[in-house]
């Protein structure tokens, strides 16, 4: 079989991977990108195992469609409910030499240097906290760890309807962050276990005190991704480098350029498809 070359694709449930997708090019601009995310369907936070797995797997497949020999699941719910299935039962039969990653097992890493407690917080969607993928995983590299979780779940729909700055937010944050205090006062690190959290950052910074360190994703993933390219040499070779990103999404092409304007800070060419 010949190996595929072409882009790395970037997919997550809707706009949050694009907090992700900015921090790995930012320290990775040689490689060619596409992002694909699934507005229509979105939010994958409150949906079920089963589903969460069968729309990811959709989506891979599309992105191995248009030639990527390497997908990121930019996305926590996805990361934690259809990575390991999508990696152990679908990519021998699919393609064995192409590879899925996700976005939970690089944070993880990180935490045992950042906190000195070993008590950390994690504020994520109902399905991340639910699915228990970050304190298996943080157990597996730090059993000295402790995690504790609370879901947030009114935090994406304040980002995606740009009501992130409003004053209406402030509740919201002050809440869950509050929520989070009470049940642990002994944390000293917390993850923001979903990718459009790190623009609520200014507001969830004002509520939460000054000696707790806030740990946004993206340059972890991208930190990781560019560690495991530098490890895998074919994989390297694989990933073509001209500097372009294409992006894609299942839903209004309108509504995506508003918001990759508000996430990126740019203007992006966007197009529409179909995932089944």
């Given at each position: ?248 999404t299942t839903e209004s092409v309108e509504k995506f ?20």
């Amino acid at each position: 079989m010949l190996s595929t070359t072409g882009p790395i694709g970037v997919f997550d449930s809707g706009y949050g991977g694009l907090t992700i997708l900015d921090k790995i090019r930012e320290l990775l601009p040689q490689y060619d990108y596409i992002y694909l995310g699934d507005n229509a369907r979105t939010p994958y936070g409150t949906r079920s195992f089963e589903v969460v797995y069968e729309f990811t797997l959709q989506a891979v497949r599309k992105l191995f469609e248009l030639g990527c020999p390497l997908v990121i699941l930019a996305c926590n719910t996805a990361s934690a409910k259809a990575l390991r299935s999508i990696q152990q039962n679908d990519l021998p039969h699919i393609d064995p030499s192409r590879r899925v990653l996700g976005v939970i097992r690089p944070t993880a890493e990180c935490i045992g240097e950042l906190t000195v407690s070993r008590h950390v917080g994690l504020l994520a969607t109902a399905g991340t906290v639910k699915s228990q993928s970050y304190p298996l995983e943080v157990r597996k590299l730090y059993p000295d760890v402790q995690i504790t979780g609370v879901a947030c779940p009114l935090w994406v729909p304040l980002v995606e309807n740009n009501e992130f700055n409003s004053p209406g937010a402030d509740y919201f944050v002050h809440k869950y962050i509050d929520q989070l205090l009470e049940q642990d006062p002994e944390i000293d690190t917390i993850i923001l276990g979903c990718t459009h959290y790190p623009l609520l950052m200014d507001k969830i910074r004002q509520f939460t005190p000054s000696h707790i360190r806030l740990v946004a994703q993206g340059e972890y993933v991208a930190r990781s991704l560019k560690d495991y390219l530098s490890r895998h040499t074919d994989m390297r070779t694989r990933c073509t480098a001209g500097s372009s990103c294409e992006f894609l999404t299942t839903e209004s092409v309108e509504k995506f350029q508003e918001a990759a304007s508000i996430f990126l800070h740019q203007q992006v060419h966007v197009r529409s498809i179909t995932l089944e």
